[in-house]
């Protein structure tokens, strides 16, 4: 099966200026904790769409549920939450912390065939699923298509 990937030029643009931006918090102001605690960060986010819904799966491992808000307003889908830092370890101990804590916010918007009515969310394993319905007039109806037989013409075609 062949995958199709949209190649999107600015998330690479991101990375370098993420980089870009933790190469200037380690040399200067930031001190290590505040770093840890308050980096941001932007969730995976897989986005499909079928007949009846456009589907929303968030990846936000570790955020408790409370500390999740989803809201719809004008079109506009956005999901907040905070990672938050977990204090119970000394940060001396750590040897290498790759996880990145602190709030994030993801905003999409959409197009006019969502039924603002008919939006579910969901929180299992790690991962926010937020089902989308369409309005009844968006899905797509199959049409049968009839083919006409034409009778020829009575004696025409028959050998005499």
Do not use: C
């Not at 505040?34 to 929303?56: C, K, M, Q, R, W």
């Not at 999901?79 to 040897?95: S, T």
């Not at 065939?113 to 109806?141: C, F, H, M, W």
Request: cysteine-free; aromatic content about 8%.
């Amino acid at each position: 099966m062949t995958v199709v990937t949209r190649w999107d030029p600015f998330r690479e643009l991101a990375t370098v200026q993420d980089r870009m931006n933790r190469l200037f918090q380690d040399s200067f102001g930031q001190s290590r904790e505040e770093g840890l605690a308050s980096a941001a960060f932007a969730p995976a986010v897989d986005i499909y769409e079928d007949e009846h819904n456009i589907t929303l799966k968030v990846e936000v491992p570790g955020i408790d549920e409370k500390d999740i808000d989803v809201r719809l307003e004008n079109n506009t889908l956005t999901v907040r939450g905070e990672r938050k830092f977990e204090q119970e370890e000394k940060e001396e101990n750590y040897r290498r912390v790759e996880r990145q804590y602190g709030s994030f916010s993801r905003s999409f918007t959409l197009p006019n065939i969502v039924d603002t009515e008919n939006v579910q969310a969901s929180y299992d394993k790690g991962v926010l699923e937020i089902r989308l319905g369409k309005k009844a007039e968006a899905k797509p109806k199959q049409i049968k298509v009839n083919v006409e037989k034409k009778l020829e013409a009575k004696g025409a075609g028959k050998a005499a």
